[in-house]
């Protein structure tokens, strides 16, 4: 049997590298975080679309959610204490912090690994382009840290 030299060379080349990809997808860093990452349960309005689509970011950017829904929502953000001036559409709950509104998955994260002495995040409001808000004119929004006195500092700009 006659070898060509070429065509062994690349069956190496093509087999290290389906190796080699194969390795990369079985320990990506996405899928480690994605074990981490907390159950958020969100509270919002059944009719609301961009509720839906924040949850969808939410799973995009590797955390689970449990949705519920409720026609009662100011109920709900009273009940959990969401200061009055910061309210949005829905509500989330994750260890312990309240997210309020549009906030994007990377704060979240951000927020979860810091650990600030704070009752929540929120993005009062809706602002056009921000997480479940995208399309339109984008606008500049801040995410505003809380405690439970409803005092704000901002915790991120976008």
Known sequence: MKRHPGRTVALAMAFTTLALTTA???????????????VITVYKDPSCGCCKSWIG?????????????????PEIKNTLGVPSGLTACHTGMVNGYLIEGHVPAADIDRLLAQKPKVAGLAVPGMPMGSPGMEGGQAQRYQVLAFDKTGKTTVFASH
């Open 24 to 38: 990369a997808v079985r320990t990506s860093p996405t899928d480690v975080e994605t074990a981490k990452k907390p």
């Open 57 to 73: 970011h939410l799973i995009k950017h590797g955390y689970r959610v449990d949705a519920k829904d409720s026609p009662n929502m």
